[in-house]
């Protein structure tokens, strides 16, 4: 069984920075694609930034020149620091990974329980 466990949410005031985590545990080979996906009140669920296993990364429009998304593939890890933050990115951030699992590397898409991020102006 995999796992993905986010922290790093919290209240923060307009203009701060936040860095999310996720690390991938349990009977885990590698994590391959990975992202950040948020869902604010009363909306849909959004793609947020993207990676790939080779570091590719891909973002909102929205949040383009304020967030980068990391990762350490080595601590199956993927982070996501965001800065200039603004109310309208209050929202829960989840993260997702398409895994590979060990022993019998099979493909496994896995994601976390998701963690709150408040922005006060």
Do not use: H
């Not at 590698?30 to 590719?56: C, F, H, L, M």
């Not at 398409?98 to 991020?117: A, F, H, I, M, N």
């Amino acid at each position: 069984q995999v796992r993905l466990v986010e922290s790093g949410g919290g209240l923060v005031l307009a203009g701060g920075s936040l860095r999310l985590s996720c690390a991938a545990s349990g009977s885990i080979f590698s994590v391959n694609d990975a992202g950040w996906y948020r869902q604010a009140p009363g909306k849909q669920r959004e793609p947020v930034a993207t990676t790939t296993i080779d570091g590719d990364s891909d973002y909102a429009e929205s949040v383009k020149g304020r967030f980068t998304i990391s990762r350490d593939n080595a601590k199956n890890t993927v982070y996501l620091q965001m800065n200039s933050l603004k109310p309208e990115d209050t929202a829960v951030y989840y993260c997702n990974a398409q895994t590979r699992t060990w022993p019998d590397y099979r493909s496994l898409e896995v994601w976390g329980q998701g963690t709150l991020v408040t922005v006060s102006s």
